[in-house]
């Protein structure tokens, strides 16, 4: 069974930083793309941040030069390091990955085929 597990959600103030964890099973994820989408209450689910398989990054605009997305494939992990925190960063955030191997980055929740349960991220002001 495949499951992805995030971590490392939280509370903050503005100005701070987290770094979020999404741990892999069921199977290898290392030649896939994956990303980090969230959803603030009343809002449609965005992505964040994505990686490819062979490790290009790709940011929204709201989050260039504060986050930062990276993989350990040792550790069948996909990080998401969050400085400089806001509160329009308030959201779930959740993992996901594309089952095909090699398949672009995809920019919309349909793209992905396996996600994770989220993470709960409240920054406050």
């Known amino acids: 069974q495949v499951q992805l597990v995030e971590s490392g959600g939280g509370s903050v103030q503005a100005g701070g930083s987290l770094k979020l964890s999404c741990a892999a099973s069921g199977r290898t994820f290392s030649r896939h793309a994956m990303g980090w989408f969230r959803q603030a209450p009343g809002k449609q689910r965005e992505l964040v941040a994505a990686i490819t398989s062979g490790d290009s990054t790709n940011y929204a605009d709201s989050v260039k030069g504060r986050f930062t997305i990276y993989r350990d494939r040792a550790k069948s992990t996909v990080y998401l390091q969050m400085n400089s925190l806001k509160p329009d960063d308030t959201a779930v955030y959740y993992c996901?990955?594309?089952?095909?191997?090699?398949?672009?980055?995809?920019?919309?929740?349909?793209?992905?085929?396996?996600w994770g349960q989220g993470t709960q991220v409240t920054v406050s002001s």
């Open positions: 996901a990955a594309r089952a095909r191997v090699y398949a672009p980055v995809g920019w919309t929740a349909d793209d992905y085929d396996y």
